[in-house]
T-cell receptor
Framework: KNQVEQSPQSLIILEGKNCTLQCNYTVSPFSNLRWYKQDTGRGPVSLTIMTFSENTKSNGRYTATLDADTKQSSLHITASQLSDSASYICVVSAGGYGGSQGNLIFGKGTKLSVKP | DAGITQSPRHKVTETGTPVTLRCHQTENHRYMYWYRQDPGHGLRLIHYSYGVKDTDKGEVSDGYSVSRSKTEDFLLTLESATSSQTSVYFC??????????????FGPGTRLTVT
């Protein structure tokens, strides 16, 4: 069964600190992996999209890594800010076009709280 | 936000009543989607559309129907709302045509409460 598991479920850090969120997946065939940020009361917003050939991808203070062999990804946030408080969702796209929704499998998200 | 709006943004309705949620986009994207988001679950696909009058079911389509008579509008209807359909509903569009790393943009969501 295609699944995406994220850890931890929630995390509290102090402003200015770094943190790393984890994503493990069992999706086959694999097409790409995405990280989304979802602020409270808003829709998810894409941070990165990585294909199997990409090991690392950065978007400002956000750096995603992908190990396609172990089927693991991480999202590292550097020098956290209060505005980083949000849920971070890992999404894996199963391969195969089929003119459909691309078979996106969503994780449940990690809720990050950044405290002053 | 890729020009996506949802209406209403909040709605409270009673069990058994029909409800229609609207998703509107301004950029003529072919693919549109309806998801629901519930505590303890990832986003789950309800229905999607790949063109005018072309729709298909997603993972949790029971109790929902959709219609797309114009490129810019994708409607989600709960024929007879139940308490289990209390949720936050997100519309999304997809940019690009390939099977690879297309982008998906989400609307602001509609919070529906069925009492």
């Amino acid at each position: 069964k295609n699944q995406v598991e994220q850890s931890p479920q929630s995390l509290i850090i102090l402003e200015g600190k770094n943190c790393t969120l984890q994503c493990n997946y069992t999706v086959s065939p694999f097409s790409n992996l995405r990280w989304y940020k979802q602020d409270t009361g808003r829709g998810p917003v894409s941070l990165t999209i990585m294909t199997f050939s990409e090991n690392t991808k950065s978007n400002g203070r956000y750096t995603a890594t992908l190990d396609a062999d172990t089927k693991q990804s991480s999202l590292h946030i550097t020098a956290s800010q209060l505005s980083d408080s949000a849920s971070y969702i890992c999404v894996v796209s199963a391969g195969g076009y089929g003119g459909s929704q691309g078979n996106l499998i969503f994780g449940k998200g990690t809720k990050l709280s950044v405290k002053p | 936000d890729a020009g996506i709006t949802q209406s209403p943004r909040h709605k409270v309705t009673e069990t058994g009543t029909p409800v229609t949620l609207r998703c509107h986009q301004t950029e003529n994207h072919r693919y549109m989607y309806w998801y629901r988001q519930d505590p303890g679950h990832g986003l789950r696909l309800i229905h999607y559309s790949y063109g005018v009058k072309d729709t298909d079911k997603g993972e949790v389509s029971d109790g929902y129907s959709v219609s797309r008579s114009k490129t810019e509008d994708f409607l989600l209807t709960l024929e007879s709302a139940t308490s289990s359909q209390t949720s936050v509903y997100f519309c999304a569009i997809r940019t690009g045509m390939g099977s690879g790393s297309y982008e998906q943009y989400f609307g602001p969501g509609t919070r529906l409460t069925v009492t």
